[in-house]
């Protein structure tokens, strides 16, 4: 069962306009600024509450990252490391399952959802 505590810190991080929106990636980097899907701002939580995650810079020249910046968490680019998974209390998907909430997630984030719409699916799912 899912960590309601641990959904809500996320939940708070998603509206707290901390985090800019980026997509495609847990989190990027444009110049100086950073940008978060919805699923790197739950990594970012889980480091605030103490997660041991390893933060990597790296250079990426690909079709989704066309000579930019991508930071990993445990070497994780698009979807959380296990750790993340374990702290807040969500079994891991096989990342081939499109039928899950964390696909879906990441696919509104995507498409342009705000965190705000994003949150409140999240709130629905998790708090309701």
Not at 4 to 32: C, H, M, P, Y
Not at 43 to 51: N, P, R, S, T
Request: glycine share 6%; with cysteine; hydrophobic share 35%.
């Amino acid at each position: 069962m899912a960590n309601k505590e641990r959904i809500q810190k996320w939940v708070d991080a998603l509206l707290s306009g901390k985090f800019s929106q980026g997509k495609n990636a847990l989190r990027t980097k444009e110049g100086n600024k950073d940008l978060y899907c919805c699923l790197g701002v739950l990594c970012e939580v889980a480091i605030e509450d103490g997660v041991p995650l390893e933060i990597e810079d790296n250079l990426h020249n690909s079709e989704l990252y066309p000579k930019g910046w991508n930071i990993s968490y445990d070497a994780e680019y698009i979807f959380p490391p296990d750790l993340v998974y374990e702290w807040i209390e969500i079994e891991r998907f096989p990342e081939d399952d499109d039928d899950n909430d964390f696909m879906e997630y990441a696919r509104l984030n995507d498409n342009g959802r705000s965190f705000s719409y994003i949150a409140e699916r999240i709130r629905e799912k998790y708090l309701a």
